[in-house]
């Protein structure tokens, strides 16, 4: 298993490569002039020309990614043309937020979803499931932002229960973990669901029945197991895609995370920023399905197979 | 109840059952007053194409019909004393794997893939401990009976992609005698597996048959499987038993219903230069009409005008049963 591991990290390494390559040459195209970024309207053309000179923007696109490179790998980012500050810093003050948030989320997704789908599989055709499959299908179809208005006009402005944005409580999480879990509840547990009577129609369900096993017995030590790995693949997706894609929720309620980092730096041609925000996500993106692939190793044999 | 067979070598008695699927609009008559009984000790063979309906029989003897869709419309399946069509879900999961035990088709997919065999032959014991084992017994158990099929108990920890086919039948037949059942049911245990393997694995249930004085219903389309292990043969044609009789009756005696006849005539004589299989023309009759007549009329060669009309009765000659009208009077007892 450690080997494993340790083997899909190297694995990384030329991916980073090609992703800060990517990324790296893309802003370089995007037309601007970082001078004028940092010193604003207020300076000099000579000064605007000076800083330009020190950044090195006229040097080679070759030599300024070996540059770049260089930095990386000793953990040098470079600095927010904005706030002068140092890039990794400056993600690493806001990542946490976003990270907190994601899991968090992701965890009650699972919490619910799971539990939900199975209930509904095993009661298929009762009134219970159809309640549950025509509101899953609402929830997932609710668009976030949408969700989140919502919840604040009725759980802050109505009934005043909750924060309707900014940090310090756990009040302040309860909105933004639900705009992120409920349409995420509503696709997981449908998933759930759907893959749950899947595999009560296997063989090896009918084999346990026969061998006299209750109905519960069958659901939590035959099935549940294989219902997991598309579970796993949906809940792993959906943390990722939380860590980048929370934008929208971390703007409404006023939430410090990565999201906003990355719309100011994209709107500002704050270029640093930008590179670096999107290296660490993709690192992140990686890490994410590594940990994924070896949750699946710990779920199914065949696929530890593969590996060890 | 009707009166008790009192015959105590009868281990297991269907009195005209009648299995039916029933969904929004159609009805399919799958099992139709099917009578049989199983004697202590012995295997029944039920032969039949696909289709016949002797998988939804074994598993009305199981009660694992789909609960939404199948149903035992009317008949009796004796067991013992108790009649299981009528017994509630907690009292049949007693008999399961337990009193009764049943061999699915596949061994590839009977075998819970993320589970390893020695988890899942332990879960039978487990299951029916009622003379409380402790832990360390159980996994005794399991040692013994991996043993007992061959295969080296050391490999109790792997998991079923890591055996092959036939390694995987014998895992399901180990998980099913377990613990010990007085009646095994082998739904074509053998038709997954290769002609060598099939071989090795009859064998194997053949000793362990009499090893645990168990009693077998052996459901199988093929008729070497049959003669190489079955004390008794039923021919299920559209669910119903054709022809029933010991293995003499079967293989040995003179009469036999047309279908028999045909089945054994499709069976290719490697001794005689034939260009062609002589297959039984037609097919089953649809399973969701109600027929009036012998149900198998359309196809029979022999077919006489009151075949249509009149549905004919179980014939007996001693052991041997015949449901045909040629078998009214006299012909049958040419034998």
Redesign the interface.
Not at chain 1, 76 to 92: A, M, P, Q
């Given at each position: 298993m450690l080997k494993f591991i340790i083997r899909r990290v190297l694995a990384m390494i030329p991916t980073i490569l090609l992703v800060i390559f990517i990324v790296f040459f893309i802003t370089n195209i995007i037309p601007g002039d970082p001078g004028r970024t940092i010193l604003g309207i207020k300076g000099s053309a000579k000064e605007v020309a000076l800083i330009n000179e020190e950044l090195g923007i006229d040097d080679p696109l070759l030599i300024k990614y070996v540059n770049y490179l260089k930095g990386v790998i000793v953990g040098d980012f470079g600095t927010s043309y904005i706030s002068r500050v140092s890039v990794l810093d400056e993600i690493s003050k806001k990542f946490p937020e976003t990270f907190k948030l994601a899991v968090i989320a992701t965890v009650v997704t699972a919490i619910f979803a799971i539990p939900i789908g199975i209930i509904s599989a095993t009661k298929q055709?009762s009134l219970l499931d159809a309640t549950i499959v025509i509101s899953s299908l609402g929830l997932a179809s609710i668009p976030g932002f949408w969700l989140a208005i919502v919840l604040i006009m009725i759980f802050s402005l109505n009934l005043g229960w909750l924060p309707t944005s900014g940090i310090g409580s756990i009040k302040h999480y309860i909105l933004p973990i639900a705009t992120l879990s409920l349409p995420a509840i509503g696709f997981l547990s449908r998933m759930v669901r759907a893959t749950m009577l899947e595999v009560l129609l296997?063989?090896?369900i009918?084999?346990?029945?026969?061998?006299?096993?209750?109905r519960r017995?069958i659901i939590f030590?035959?099935a549940l197991?294989?219902v997991l790995i598309p579970a796993v693949t949906i809940l792993g997706f959906g943390f990722s895609g939380m860590l980048s894609g929370a934008i929208i929720t971390e703007m409404i309620f006023g939430l410090p995370g990565i999201g906003q980092i990355v719309l100011n730096a994209v709107r500002m041609n704050n270029v640093p920023v930008v590179l670096g925000s999107t290296i660490l996500l993709s690192v992140s993106f990686m890490l994410v399905i590594l940990a994924m692939d070896i949750i699946y190793m710990l779920?199914?044999?065949?696929i530890r197979?593969q590996y060890i | 109840m009707s009166e008790i067979n009192c015959d105590i070598n009868t281990v297991l008695e269907i009195e005209n059952l009648n299995v039916e699927y029933v969904n929004q609009n159609t009805r399919i008559y799958a099992v139709n007053g099917v009578n049989i009984t199983l004697k202590k000790g012995k295997t029944l063979a039920i032969v039949g194409e696909t289709g016949a309906g002797k998988t939804t029989l074994a598993y009305s003897i199981m009660q694992l019909l789909p609960s939404r869709t199948g149903r035992i419309k009317n008949g009796k399946i004796k067991f013992g004393k108790i009649d299981i069509v009528n017994l509630d879900e907690d009292s049949m999961r007693v008999i399961r794997g337990n009193l009764i035990s049943m061999i699915f088709q596949d061994p590839m997919t009977s075998l819970n893939p993320t589970i390893n065999v020695g988890m899942q032959i332990k879960e039978s014991i487990e299951l029916h401990n009622n003379d409380k084992k402790s832990k360390k017994q159980i996994n005794e158990s399991v040692d013994e009976i991996l043993t007992l099929v061959g295969i080296n108990p050391e490999r109790k920890d792997d998991y079923p992609h890591q055996f092959s086919g036939g390694m995987k039948q014998r895992i399901v037949i180990a998980m099913a005698l377990a613990c010990s059942p007085q009646i095994l049911i082998a739904d074509e245990p053998t038709t997954a597996l290769d002609v060598t393997i099939q071989a090795q694995v009859l064998n194997m249930m053949t000793i362990l048959k009499k090893q645990n004085d168990m009693s077998m219903i052996f459901i199988t389309h093929d008729l070497g499987v049959v003669a190489k292990i079955c004390d008794e043969v039923a021919v299920m044609y559209s669910g119903e038993i054709i022809e029933f009789g010991t293995f003499e009756d079967i293989y040995g005696g003179k009469s036999h219903h047309p279908y028999t006849d045909g089945l054994f005539g499709s069976i290719p004589d490697i001794k005689s230069d034939e260009k062609w299989l002589k297959p039984i023309q037609g097919l089953m009759p649809d399973p969701t009409l109600k027929i009036k007549g012998c149900r198998f009329a359309e196809r029979c060669s022999k077919c006489m005008d009151f075949c249509r009309e009149v549905h004919p009765k179980e014939y007996k000659v001693g052991s041997h049963m015949i449901r045909c009208h040629l078998f009214k009077q006299g012909i049958f007892s040419n034998e």
């Amino acid at each position: 298993m450690l080997k494993f591991i340790i083997r899909r990290v190297l694995a990384m390494i030329p991916t980073i490569l090609l992703v800060i390559f990517i990324v790296f040459f893309i802003t370089n195209i995007i037309p601007g002039d970082p001078g004028r970024t940092i010193l604003g309207i207020k300076g000099s053309a000579k000064e605007v020309a000076l800083i330009n000179e020190e950044l090195g923007i006229d040097d080679p696109l070759l030599i300024k990614y070996v540059n770049y490179l260089k930095g990386v790998i000793v953990g040098d980012f470079g600095t927010s043309y904005i706030s002068r500050v140092s890039v990794l810093d400056e993600i690493s003050k806001k990542f946490p937020e976003t990270f907190k948030l994601a899991v968090i989320a992701t965890v009650v997704t699972a919490i619910f979803a799971i539990p939900i789908g199975i209930i509904s599989a095993t009661k298929q055709h009762s009134l219970l499931d159809a309640t549950i499959v025509i509101s899953s299908l609402g929830l997932a179809s609710i668009p976030g932002f949408w969700l989140a208005i919502v919840l604040i006009m009725i759980f802050s402005l109505n009934l005043g229960w909750l924060p309707t944005s900014g940090i310090g409580s756990i009040k302040h999480y309860i909105l933004p973990i639900a705009t992120l879990s409920l349409p995420a509840i509503g696709f997981l547990s449908r998933m759930v669901r759907a893959t749950m009577l899947e595999v009560l129609l296997q063989d090896y369900i009918r084999t346990a029945k026969a061998k006299g096993a209750t109905r519960r017995q069958i659901i939590f030590k035959h099935a549940l197991k294989n219902v997991l790995i598309p579970a796993v693949t949906i809940l792993g997706f959906g943390f990722s895609g939380m860590l980048s894609g929370a934008i929208i929720t971390e703007m409404i309620f006023g939430l410090p995370g990565i999201g906003q980092i990355v719309l100011n730096a994209v709107r500002m041609n704050n270029v640093p920023v930008v590179l670096g925000s999107t290296i660490l996500l993709s690192v992140s993106f990686m890490l994410v399905i590594l940990a994924m692939d070896i949750i699946y190793m710990l779920i199914d044999p065949r696929i530890r197979k593969q590996y060890i | 109840m009707s009166e008790i067979n009192c015959d105590i070598n009868t281990v297991l008695e269907i009195e005209n059952l009648n299995v039916e699927y029933v969904n929004q609009n159609t009805r399919i008559y799958a099992v139709n007053g099917v009578n049989i009984t199983l004697k202590k000790g012995k295997t029944l063979a039920i032969v039949g194409e696909t289709g016949a309906g002797k998988t939804t029989l074994a598993y009305s003897i199981m009660q694992l019909l789909p609960s939404r869709t199948g149903r035992i419309k009317n008949g009796k399946i004796k067991f013992g004393k108790i009649d299981i069509v009528n017994l509630d879900e907690d009292s049949m999961r007693v008999i399961r794997g337990n009193l009764i035990s049943m061999i699915f088709q596949d061994p590839m997919t009977s075998l819970n893939p993320t589970i390893n065999v020695g988890m899942q032959i332990k879960e039978s014991i487990e299951l029916h401990n009622n003379d409380k084992k402790s832990k360390k017994q159980i996994n005794e158990s399991v040692d013994e009976i991996l043993t007992l099929v061959g295969i080296n108990p050391e490999r109790k920890d792997d998991y079923p992609h890591q055996f092959s086919g036939g390694m995987k039948q014998r895992i399901v037949i180990a998980m099913a005698l377990a613990c010990s059942p007085q009646i095994l049911i082998a739904d074509e245990p053998t038709t997954a597996l290769d002609v060598t393997i099939q071989a090795q694995v009859l064998n194997m249930m053949t000793i362990l048959k009499k090893q645990n004085d168990m009693s077998m219903i052996f459901i199988t389309h093929d008729l070497g499987v049959v003669a190489k292990i079955c004390d008794e043969v039923a021919v299920m044609y559209s669910g119903e038993i054709i022809e029933f009789g010991t293995f003499e009756d079967i293989y040995g005696g003179k009469s036999h219903h047309p279908y028999t006849d045909g089945l054994f005539g499709s069976i290719p004589d490697i001794k005689s230069d034939e260009k062609w299989l002589k297959p039984i023309q037609g097919l089953m009759p649809d399973p969701t009409l109600k027929i009036k007549g012998c149900r198998f009329a359309e196809r029979c060669s022999k077919c006489m005008d009151f075949c249509r009309e009149v549905h004919p009765k179980e014939y007996k000659v001693g052991s041997h049963m015949i449901r045909c009208h040629l078998f009214k009077q006299g012909i049958f007892s040419n034998e």
